[in-house]
């Protein structure tokens, strides 16, 4: 029902910067946050940000504190994650979820197919 289109991600050196962006199809009910997973070779698929409709409610993993910004541009249906202190751990295919701001860490209705970051040493 919603579809999700990621783009940005590339090859970058520690100390680098990435931004990702995802575009939704439209917004629905179950579609009003949107946030960024990552999963590398081997690892289970990990929450990194995520961020409500109204953008006054952010969550971060403790590891990207500091490090990722989320946002999102309304308009064009559209979130961001600017990624900057890059460092190779940050290695890894990134996806775009949506779904309740409540339930979007552990349970999002919808993914993206994914955008490869990596970080070279």
């Known amino acids: 029902q919603v579809q999700l289109v990621e783009s940005g991600g590339g090859l970058v050196q520690a100390g680098g910067s990435l931004r990702l962006s995802c575009a939704a199809s439209?917004?629905?009910?179950?579609?009003?946050?949107m946030g960024w997973f990552r999963q590398a070779p081997g690892n289970e698929r990990r929450f990194v940000a995520a961020?409500?409709?109204?953008?006054?409610?952010?969550y971060y993993a403790y590891s990207v504190k500091g490090r990722f910004t989320i946002s999102r541009d309304n308009a064009k249906n559209t979130v961001y994650l600017q990624m900057n202190s890059l460092n190779p751990e940050d290695t890894a295919l990134y996806y775009c979820?949506?779904?309740?701001?409540?339930?979007?860490?552990?349970?999002?209705?919808?993914w993206g197919q994914g955008t490869q970051v990596t970080v070279s040493s």
């Open positions: 961020i409500n409709w109204n953008g006054d409610i952010t």
């Open positions: 439209r917004r629905t009910l179950s579609s009003s946050a």
């Open positions: 979820a949506a779904g309740r701001i409540v339930t979007i860490q552990t349970n999002p209705n919808y």
